[in-house]
């Protein structure tokens, strides 16, 4: 909710308002993020074993969360797209964790079912964080949407890091 509200509502207002860039620019990011994802796929599933996978998923968040803060801040369209890349990889790094980690503790039987609840959290609270980027970025900005949806996004992966199963996870 906290990062895909800015990056699905705001980036366009961002782009026009502050980097004067038009749809080529936002085709731009999406491509930049996109490539990010799909090399670390290509990366990650190449290994056969991941250590220490609840620090590398939660670090890779808050690193996906000081990436929304940075587009928030002044570094122009190459640092935006530069950006949009690493988010990427950040994206990819935690959701094929979350999926292997899934399949991997929870017996088949079950399966299906833990996989429904997952996808309602996951995608129940979307229209929500979609509604308020659009609020607060006609309120406040689209820059500062980025920000305070970063550092929601860093705040709450801290908070999950706290958990001693999360930090255990390897």
Known sequence: MAQSGPFS???PFLLEETLNAGVAVLGLIASAAALGAMLTSI???RATRLRRRGWLAYGAS???GLMSIAFGLPIGVSGV???AFIYGITM???DLIWTNTIQEL???????????VDM?????LLPVGFLLAGWATELV?????????????????LLGLAHPAVRALD
């Open 62 to 64: 808050i690193i996906g």
């Open 9 to 11: 509502v705001a980036i």
């Open 120 to 124: 309602l959290g996951s995608y129940l």
């Open 81 to 83: 797209i530069i950006v």
């Open 106 to 116: 929870i017996p088949r039987e079950q399966l299906g079912r833990v996989i429904s």
């Open 92 to 94: 990819s790094v935690f």
């Open 141 to 157: 900005g689209p820059a500062t949407v980025f920000i305070g949806g970063g550092v929601i996004t860093v705040g709450l992966v």
């Open 43 to 45: 990366w990650l599933g």
